[in-house]
């Protein structure tokens, strides 16, 4: 490249010039590069997870199976899809949807789509987190469907979490740092901003929509506050969500404590890693 610039009889300083872009372009290439592959090794470690914990935990027992959202909840589904329609297994299984997304997932993989009406008793609930702490403390409400996921949870005897390698923490805000998201009313989010500030520290901010203008608004038409607690400080986080949940206009917080029975996490050397309460 050097001899070239310099074969086309480009001035030193233009030549400086041409090097830096040069380096820079290369530099960029090689990030995007790298990202790719950490998201083909992130999304292997998600479908690992997911599929191994689909196989462990739903049985031909399993009569309603609730589902989660997000990325990794996908290859459970897959899974459990691969199950009844290429094994002919679990062919009576409802499933029990935590957010529209989950829903049409249902629907795309034409299994059977229940309901809390119909359903309200779930024995295996599967589902996703964006953090887990050494004491299974999850925090989850990055794809924004807490409020839901936290029903269909608390309805399951079994509430099993799958995950790549990089949600599971010593303490919370060490991997997730866009906060606990808490899902409110449209009316009363600037005071609940104020109090939740007051309580515990850090800053909650109104979660605003990429592609569309204003804010975004949840599945069940509310409005999502990301609250960036105090990193480092020892918070007692029953305590906090429970003061949370009090306060007026607050429908669900995206801490989900004593709720997980064990978690999957796909690591990146292939393997799954359990962790049990
Ligand atoms: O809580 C959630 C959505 O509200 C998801 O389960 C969480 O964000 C994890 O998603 P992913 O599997 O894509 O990492």
Redesign the pocket.
């Known amino acids: 490249m050097l001899s070239g610039l310099l074969r086309r009889g480009v001035q030193p300083a233009r030549f400086t010039q041409h090097l830096g872009e040069d380096l820079l372009r290369g530099a960029a290439a090689l990030h995007s590069q790298i990202r790719k592959m950490d998201d083909i090794a992130l999304d292997a470690a ?1 479908k690992t997870a997911a599929r191994t914990a689909v196989d462990q935990w739903v049985t031909e027992d399993t009569k309603i199976l609730g589902i ?7 290859y459970a589904v897959q899974r459990i899809a691969e199950r009844v329609w290429k094994e002919g297994e679990l062919t009576d299984l409802i499933c029990v949807p935590s ?1 529209y997304q989950a829903r049409h997932l249902i629907l795309d993989y034409n299994l059977n789509l229940g309901d809390l009406d119909r359903n309200p008793n779930i024995d295996v609930a599967i ?4 953090e887990v702490d050494r004491h299974m403390v999850l ?8 409020l839901q ?1 936290k029903v269909v949870a608390s309805c399951a005897k079994h509430f099993i979490v ?3 390698y990089t ?1 599971n923490s010593i303490r919370l805000g060490e991997q997730w740092c866009r906060g606990v ?1 808490i899902e409110v009313a449209p009316m009363a989010y600037v005071p609940i901003k104020l109090h939740i500030e007051a309580l515990f520290g850090g800053e909650a901010s109104l979660r605003m929509a990429k592609v569309k203008a204003g804010p975004i608004v949840t599945d069940n038409g509310n409005f999502l506050l990301d609250w960036k607690f105090i990193a480092n400080r020892e918070y007692d986080w029953d305590e906090v969500n429970r003061a949370i949940t009090l306060i007026p206009g607050v429908l669900e917080t ?1 801490l989900f404590v004593n709720m997980a029975t064990k978690c999957y996490y796909g690591m990146a050397d292939g393997k799954v890693k359990v962790q049990n309460k």
């Open positions: 998600k989660g959202s997000g990325s990794t909840v996908v957010s589902d996703g987190a964006d925090i989850k409400g990055g794809g924004g469907c807490l996921e799958v995950a790549d949600k998201p995206g």
